[in-house]
């Protein structure tokens, strides 16, 4: 399985953006898609995921701020970023794993700076 990631760009603080994380082929059993981000410097930490059955976890940095979803039928997991913050700017990657799946898309840069 590929993914495709896309929506990531440049956005001023309080702002949002919304990534999506398509993957190619059929996905079947259990499984979670998921989004990390790495900054430079830092370590990649995992940002929210998303279970096949619809359960969702999130760091806490992120809470309440961004939302994880996906939609089945189009194999397609979606990040919903709101209330962006600079400490937020890093490259966001997708990854599908779990059910013996471990795939990682290319990773889309998000910028939050005036």
């Known amino acids: 399985v590929q993914l495709q990631a896309s929506g990531g760009g440049l956005v001023q603080p309080g702002g949002s953006l919304r990534l999506s994380c398509a993957a190619s082929?059929?996905?079947?059993?259990?499984?979670?898609m998921g989004w990390y981000r790495q900054a430079p410097g830092k370590q990649r930490e995992l940002v929210a995921g998303?279970?096949?059955?619809?359960?969702?976890n999130y760091a806490d940095s992120v809470k309440g701020r961004f939302t994880i979803s996906r939609d089945s039928a189009k194999n397609t997991a979606y990040l919903q970023m709101n209330s962006l913050k600079p400490e937020d700017t890093a490259i966001y990657y997708c990854?599908?794993?779990?059910?013996?799946?471990?795939?990682w898309g290319q990773g889309t840069q998000v910028t939050v700076s005036s």
């Open positions: 082929g059929s996905i079947f059993g259990f499984n979670v």
């Open positions: 990854r599908l794993y779990g059910g013996g799946y471990d795939s």
């Open positions: 998303v279970a096949s059955g619809g359960i969702t």
